[in-house]
């Protein structure tokens, strides 16, 4: 549930967050507990009063299969990125996938707005990365919120401006090219949120500190991801929620 609170560009870290010397929370690997919170609190208040209504109101105008199209167009998109990454992954299986499934879904599925991969029974993953580095080993530093981003710790960041310079959309300037990227960002967001407005209210209600859930939540996501849903062979440095 990556990037709920995602906006049109990358935010940068807040200067001088105080550290927490609740001894749980630098447990979690969370030494930055009290400044995330204020950020996270920050976050929802954003949600609740734009990005929640505007997703609401998207689908209810807009039919099932028009949603359906526009997600389907944005994953083909970013399809390249997870491209790289499954090359970078050294992992010759889902780089074969990934390419078949960009081949058919840029062609017969009409640019990706139709998901003929699916049908054909062709898998589907995505890669950032952020996930490439910890295939490799990389930790993921410090849990850290980003204002409208949520949760970014410094491995995804990192992956997250990398994954930038990969997109070859990045590359191809023409007239209204960044107008392009901007609503291209937009909708992406829109879409997001979208695609998971019951979720997050089930989770909600039924958190006792939505925060500490989110945290673990997050890091479960993305362990499971790593690891390309293989079951885990250790324990993770993260609590059950």
């Known amino acids: 549930m990556r990037r709920v609170f995602a906006v049109l560009l990358l935010a940068g870290l807040a200067a001088g967050c105080a550290a927490s010397k ?5 447990a979690q690997n969370d030494p930055y507990e009290q400044t995330n919170r204020a950020i ?10 734009v990005a929640k209504p505007v997703a609401k109101f998207y689908n209810h105008a807009v039919p099932t299969f028009a949603r359906n199209g526009l997600h389907n167009f944005l994953a083909n998109l970013d399809k390249p990125v997870t491209l790289g990454n499954d090359a970078l992954q050294a992992n010759g299986p889902r ?13 017969l599925g009409v640019g990706g707005l139709v998901d003929v991969a699916t049908m054909m ?4 993953h995505s890669e950032d990365f952020g996930q490439t580095l910890g295939t490799w080993g990389v930790g993921e ?5 980003v204002p409208f981003m949520g949760p970014d710790p410094p491995r995804d960041m990192a992956g997250d401006v990398v994954d930038i310079f990969m997109d070859p959309l990045t590359y191809i300037r023409f007239h209204g090219s960044d107008t392009w990227y901007a609503v291209r960002s937009g909708v992406a967001v829109l879409d997001l ?9 089930q989770i ?16 479960q996501y993305r362990n499971a991801e ?3 849903g293989a079951p885990e062979t250790g324990d993770l440095d993260t609590p059950d929620f």
């Open 204 to 219: 909600e209600r039924t958190s006792i500190d939505f925060y500490a859930t989110t945290r673990s939540l997050y890091r």
């Open 40 to 49: 996270f609190d920050f976050n929802m208040k954003v949600d609740k009063a």
């Open 193 to 201: 949120r979208a695609r998971n407005v019951d979720s997050l209210d």
């Open 22 to 26: 609740d001894p749980e929370a630098v």
């Open 95 to 107: 780089f074969g996938e990934t390419l078949g499934r960009f081949t058919v879904n840029s062609t």
């Open 121 to 124: 029974g062709i898998p589907d």
């Open 226 to 228: 790593i690891r390309n």
């Open 141 to 145: 530093g410090p849990y850290v919120v």
